[in-house]
């Protein structure tokens, strides 16, 4: 069964680095997500992408955070400088083109971030 | 951003009882999805409720899109160990999805 896979499945990073955070969605999918969970805490939308550009993006989206498709099956998140408070795990998800089952997403395994 | 209030926060139940929980909200979405996370995974998408009022059954999964679109209720019929997790609801509206706050199932043998 098709699955949206994630790399690397754990980064650890110095605070004020850059990271990439990468996904490779399900191949027919055109609709792509990032989301973050912090420890014990609920998961949180970042942004939503489509059709090579941002659908929709979060209060948390800002300027550190850019995302990208560089090719046809890669999905990257970026974080430019990494904070602290960035540490969580990182969910990518996709979903099918167009009519109601765009909501139906399937999320990848995580990564998880530590900012030391 | 939305607020997703999912009660109860945790369950412990004996194998063979059915679970009730619900996630109520004071905004109105267009859609509700169920999901079930255990530990270290993502989200594993269980329902999807699409107009309110629908009643949508997964397996010995049921799960119910509220008449007013701010709640929805999902119930697990005769329990079993791999039933544990962490439930999670989420709507869509405005083009956003927002995640409620989860309901944590312990199944007790």
């Known amino acids: 069964e098709p699955e949206v896979t994630q790399t690397p499945s754990h980064q650890v990073t110095q605070m004020g680095q850059e990271v990439i955070l990468r996904c490779v969605p399900i191949s027919n999918h055109l609709y792509f997500y990032w989301y973050r969970q912090i420890l014990g805490q609920k998961v949180e939308f970042l942004v939503s992408f489509y059709n090579n550009e941002i659908s929709e993006k979060s209060e948390i989206f800002d300027d550190q955070f850019s995302v990208e498709r560089p090719d046809g099956s890669n999905f990257t998140l970026k974080i430019r400088s990494t904070k602290l408070e960035d540490s969580a795990m990182y969910f990518c998800?996709?979903?099918?083109?167009?009519?109601?089952?765009?909501?139906?997403?399937?999320f990848g395994p995580g990564t998880r971030l530590t900012v030391l | 951003g939305q607020q997703l209030n999912q009660s109860p926060q945790s369950m412990f139940i004996q194998e063979g009882e059915d679970v009730s929980m619900n996630c109520t909200s004071s905004s109105i979405f267009n859609t509700w999805l169920w999901y079930k996370q255990d530990p270290g995974e993502g989200p594993v998408l269980l329902i999807a409720l699409y107009k309110a009022g629908e009643l949508t059954s997964n397996g010995r999964l049921t799960a119910q899109f509220g008449i007013t679109r701010k709640d929805s209720f999902l119930n697990i019929s005769a329990s079993i160990p791999s039933d544990v997790g962490i439930y999670f609801c989420?709507?869509?509206?405005?083009?956003?999805?927002?995640f409620g706050t989860g309901t944590s199932l312990t199944v007790i043998p």
């Open positions: 998800a996709s979903s099918e083109p167009g009519g109601t089952f765009y909501n139906e997403q399937f």
């Open positions: 989420a709507g869509h509206t405005g083009n956003q999805f927002y």
